[in-house]
C-alpha cells in the first residue's frame, strides 16, 4: 500500500466520509512518537509511524459519527477536513478516549446546539467532573463550553444515525468498556480479554478493528499475539489493529502479520458499502420484538 494513501489530496474546505470508517487515530495514550524517544518508530520517517491517539469516524447515513473524543481530536479533525459531528458514542472514560471533548466547540456553534453524546454511567461522571464548566447551572458568559446533550446507554442495542448499533462488552484491565458493532463492522480497542458474553455477538463480522498494544504482553490491552488469536477465532475478512505502541514499526511489523491482518494507521479509510445490508441478529435482544 502506497505511503501516498496516509493524506490524500482533497477539494473543498470539508470532506465527505458517507459510507466510510476513518481511522483519526491508531496510538496508544502517549501516542506515537513518544515525547523524548528517539528509537526507530519514533524518528521514523514513515507517516504511518506517527499515531495520534485511538478514535475512529464513521459516515453514517444520518451523518458522522465520531467514535471517542482523544486529546488529539482538534488536529484530528483539521487533518482530515472533518467540519462537522452528529453524535459522539464512547467505548469508555480512559483520558486518552475522553479528553479532546472540548474540541467539539465549533461543532456545536456551527450546528447552534448541543451533540449527543452516547455513554455509560461511568463515561457520563468522568465527564461531568472533567468538564465541569460546561455544566454550570449559570452559562458562562460568552458561552465557550461545549454543548452536550447526554444519550444514557448500556450492552441493549441501540439505533443511531441510521444504523443498529450492538454494544459489545470487553474487558480492559480491571474494569468493563463498550466496543461496538455496527452491521458487518466491529470496533474493539482498549481490551485485554473479551468475554464468553460477548463473542456470540462477532459472529459473521467482515471487518474487525482491534487493540494490539505491543509484542510483550500487557495488564490492560492485547499483545501482538493475543490479538492475532482473537482475530484468528472471529474469523473477520479484515482484521486491522489499534492502539499501537512504538515497539510497533509499521513495515516491520506489518510484514509478519497473516493474510487479512493489518496494521491500521492515521488516516486510513476503510469502506462500509454494504456493511448496512445485513441485518443483525442479537441473541439478547431481538430485532423483532
Ligand atoms: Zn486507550
Ligand atoms: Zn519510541
Ligand atoms: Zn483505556
Not at 77 to 85: Q, T
Not at 117 to 143: N, Q, S, T
Not at 185 to 199: G, K, S, V
Amino acid at each position: 500500500m502506497s505511503v501516498m494513501t496516509v493524506h490524500p489530496h482533497h477539494a473543498g474546505p470539508f470532506r465527505d466520509i458517507a459510507g466510510q470508517l476513518l481511522f483519526l487515530g491508531t496510538g496508544t495514550s502517549v501516542g506515537v512518537p513518544v515525547v523524548g524517544c528517539g528509537c526507530g518508530t519514533c524518528t521514523s520517517g514513515d507517516p504511518r509511524n506517527r499515531r495520534t491517539r485511538t478514535s475512529v469516524a464513521l459516515g453514517l447515513p444520518g451523518g458522522t459519527l465520531l467514535v471517542d473524543t482523544t486529546p488529539d481530536l482538534r488536529s484530528q479533525l483539521l487533518r482530515e477536513r472533518i467540519g462537522s459531528v452528529q453524535a459522539i458514542l464512547y467505548t469508555h472514560d480512559h483520558v486518552d478516549h475522553v479528553y479532546g471533548l472540548d474540541d467539539i466547540r465549533p461543532i456545536c456553534y456551527r450546528a447552534g446546539g448541543p451533540v449527543p453524546v452516547y455513554c455509560e454511567e461511568r463515561v457520563e461522571l468522568r465527564i461531568r467532573r472533567a468538564f465541569d464548566y460546561a455544566f454550570e447551572p449559570v452559562p458562562v458568559p460568552g458561552g465557550g463550553v461545549p454543548k452536550i446533550a447526554f444519550e444514557r446507554i448500556s450492552t441493549a442495542p441501540f439505533d443511531l444515525l441510521g444504523v443498529r448499533v450492538i454494544p459489545l462488552r470487553l474487558r480492559h484491565g480491571t474494569f468493563d468498556v463498550l466496543g461496538f458493532r455496527f452491521g458487518d463492522l466491529a470496533y474493539c480497542t482498549d481490551t485485554n480479554l473479551i468475554p464468553d458474553e460477548t463473542w456470540p455477538l462477532l459472529a459473521g463480522v467482515d471487518t474487525l478493528v482491534l487493540d494490539c498494544l505491543r509484542p510483550d504482553r500487557h495488564p490492560t490491552h492485547l499483545s501482538l499475539d493475543e490479538a492475532l488469536s482473537v482475530a484468528a477465532r472471529v474469523g473477520a475478512r479484515r482484521t486491522l489493529f489499534v492502539h499501537m505502541c512504538h515497539d510497533l514499526e509499521h513495515t516491520t511489523a506489518s510484514a509478519r502479520l497473516p493474510a487479512g491482518v493489518e496494521m491500521a494507521y492515521d488516516g486510513l479509510v476503510v469502506p462500509l458499502a454494504g456493511v448496512w445490508g445485513t441485518p443483525v441478529a442479537d441473541p439478547r435482544h431481538p430485532r423483532e420484538r
